[in-house]
């Protein structure tokens, strides 16, 4: 942290110092000192795919599905044959009870990016399991 802060001192714009920030402030339990320092590397640096995944984790640990979803969504876009990104994406749209083509498409993205993936075997099963609850309400 100390290292990251001094270097942070020569350069201030530097999207990779604000993300390893971000990280040794969420490992020391700083959370939403991690969170802006991981936001101030995404205004740097929007192209960057895994602090956007990294904020959509954090916005799933707080239970916020929509921001979750924002950030997984810029995640998944920029990366979009990156599986992991692709099922944070999917998990958020299924937490959100988003329309199941939503769901479908992503499931069906990963497909195309892993054809054995059971990644999608798994967004089709909980797309189905949310779809029995909800005939049973």
Known sequence: ??????????????????????TALHGDGRIEQAKLAYKKALELKPEFAEIANN???????????????????????????????????????????AV???VKAVAEQIRKV?????NADAIYARLYENRCRCWLL
Do not use: C, H
């Open 1 to 22: 942290l100390q290292m990251t802060q001094i270097g942070m001192l020569y350069f201030p714009e530097s999207a990779n110092l604000w993300a390893n920030l971000g």
């Open 55 to 97: 904020l959509g984790a954090m916005a799933i640990a707080e239970k916020s599905w929509e921001e979750a979803l924002k950030y997984f969504t810029i995640a998944s876009n920029l990366k979009p044959t990156n599986v992991d990104m692709l099922k944070n994406k999917a998990s958020a749209l299924l937490e959100l009870k």
């Open 100 to 102: 199941p083509e939503q």
């Open 114 to 118: 892993n054809p054995r993936s059971e």
